[in-house]
């Protein structure tokens, strides 16, 4: 049988196009495949009928690209949002967290655009119209999931979407820190204020009568224990460290709050002030308020040490009128008064006296001064503003006594009459 010739383009009948067996390796001649690659690849001119695979691979490389292409996630970053500030409010109702946040985009500080902030552990809310780059917005946390020890991620950050009409919304992650924190106090703050009460009060002298004990019974309708610190002079005094209690879910406890007793001029708190939270490390301070009855208890215990000292006397010496530079008033009349202080069973220490009343101007009445006591007396110069219209004069003075083991105060009675006389005098000149 004649074989026919081979041409240029096949290879002679019974060879391989990648040449001989023997010669296959890294050495070994290019073959057909080689050669029809080295024609595409200079560009050189290839048969029609071996085109059709370079198409076809172009074109499958082609159609891949734009696949590829179209499932690539792409982000623009429209907001950068950032939290400035958060600050939370509990007052009587549910907490609530105000939040400002700023973008630098222009979307932001559209005033059509609608801002709304939420989270996973936050309710969501509508923010303000746009103050330069920032705007407010309130969200309400989610005490459920908040009062739990356990801290999640999402606690810490809040999602803000911005929708302007005809276009499409735009979503952004904000990190938040701060927020946990005060959210969990604004929670804890609410729950003691809402559950904890005051269901008895008794009292009684501590350390020789310096301090006036107020034991106090709790009661709590919380689901949750509240430990409770009592805020008194332990925060501000080198004394034994302020009582604790453990008020168990639904149940009661006791513990102790500390008031000066010498300071027999200030009037009973209306609440007791506690530091709370879920553990000993507190959280928040919260008053609980007393009711008149048991502040009246507390007043009488005080009372009760009060009266073991005598009140000091206050006696006018003399008086003198001066200049009235805070006013033109041809009526005002400033008055110094040479009060004589005596304070029984007292040898030394500083006399203060002041005024708690103050004038339609905001002045003191009486503007106090300071001496010392020496045998128990001490002599006083304060500064009387009145008007000659006036039909008034003070009754009591504010008087203080320093020493070195301790402080004393009282409302100490005045020489009405004799203030009387003095104020016609002044006026008549």
Known sequence: MVRPRATDDEPPFGESILGPTEQVG???PRGRIGAWLDHALAGRPTPRHRRWPLLVVVAAIAAAAVVVSQQRPTTTPLLAVRLLSVHAYDGTGAPRLSVV??????LWTDALAVVTVHGSSYSGGTASTPSGPSRQAWVAPRCGRLLEPATR???EELQVTVARPGSPAVEESVPA??????ARAACWSSLAARSLSVHEVTTGPQDDGRWLGVRVGLASTAGVALHATAVDVADVDTIAPADRALVPAGGTAELTFRLPAADCASAVPYSIPLAIGPDAAPLVVVTVPMTEFQRSS???GRNAICARAPAPRVLLRSSRSGQTPWTSDAAARTIALELGV???????GTVQVGDMAATNDARPVLLGGQSELVSGRAVVTVLWSTYCTDRQVPSLVALRLDRAHGRRSWLAALPVEDLRRVRARACST
């Open 342 to 348: 005596a304070v029984p069973d007292a040898r030394g």
């Open 153 to 155: 991620a999402q606690d």
């Open 101 to 106: 946040l700023a973008s630098p985009g222009p």
């Open 177 to 182: 820190p701060g927020l946990r924190a005060a």
């Open 26 to 28: 890294a050495d070994a």
């Open 298 to 300: 507390v007043q009488a």
